[in-house]
């Protein structure tokens, strides 16, 4: 076998050599790599799923606003969460037992 068919064979080894070290990188090892393409992309599907989510919350609450409260509502809000009395009321609470 001729001298020059060797090296132009070990030409041909090196540049597929180089191309697939350089492919590896891309697709692994780069800051833009395919694999960190596609973390971001997952990342990404995973918030616009939330917003969504988020977003219909936002209108469930925005219709309870729109509906007026009564009185009666608005003084059991007000004496549940919020511990408000009329001023010559004494309130006791009471701890469930378990």
Do not use: C
């Amino acid at each position: 076998m001729p001298d020059s068919t060797l090296s132009a064979r070990r030409v041909r080894w090196g540049i597929g050599l180089l191309l697939g070290g350089v492919l590896v990188w891309i697709a692994f090892f780069d800051s833009h790599s395919l694999w960190q393409r596609y973390r971001w992309h997952q990342e990404l599907e995973a918030t616009a799923a939330e917003n969504a989510d988020l977003r219909s919350e936002i209108e469930r609450l925005r219709s309870q606003l729109d509906r007026s409260l009564s009185d009666s509502v608005v003084e059991r809000i007000a004496r549940e969460e919020y511990g408000m009395k009329r001023p010559d009321e004494t309130i006791y609470r009471v701890e469930p037992s378990e």
